[in-house]
């Protein structure tokens, strides 16, 4: 059985940082995607980051670029995002993703089938 577990979420200051971690069971982050989406309320879920295992390619939002870093420990099967200079505008849930159906990183949720719960970023000014 597949689970992700997301940790490392909690509440920041504005400018503060947080590092989230992935972690898998019943799974190898391996030759897939894997992504960091986050979620406001009322609003979509939105990928941040991923991370293409395989060749070891990475995608940023625009929102997030020159901030936050995702990267790979393969030694510890986790995944990392690395969330600097945080904003009020970064306060979500953030989830886990992982999919190993496709050649490189899909953009939409739906097209990701392993999920962690996830975890509470909340930055106050």
């Known amino acids: 059985q597949v689970q992700l577990v997301e940790s490392g979420g909690g509440s920041v200051q504005v400018g503060g940082s947080l590092r989230l971690s992935c972690a898998a069971s019943?799974?190898?982050?391996?030759?897939?995607?894997v992504a960091w989406f986050r979620q406001a309320p009322g609003k979509e879920r939105d990928r941040v980051a991923s991370?293409?295992?395989?060749?070891?390619?990475?995608y940023y939002a625009d929102s997030v670029k020159g901030r936050f870093t995702i990267s790979l420990d393969n030694t510890k099967n986790t995944v990392y995002l690395q969330m600097n200079s945080l904003k009020p505008e970064d306060t979500a849930m953030y989830y886990c993703?992982?999919?190993?159906?496709?050649?490189?990183?899909?953009?939409?949720?739906?097209?990701?089938?392993?999920w962690g719960q996830g975890t509470q970023v909340t930055v106050s000014s």
């Open positions: 993703a992982a999919d190993d159906r496709w050649e490189g990183c899909p953009s939409a949720h739906v097209n990701f089938r392993y």
């Open positions: 019943g799974y190898t982050f391996s030759d897939d995607c």
């Open positions: 991370i293409y295992t395989g060749r070891d390619t990475t």
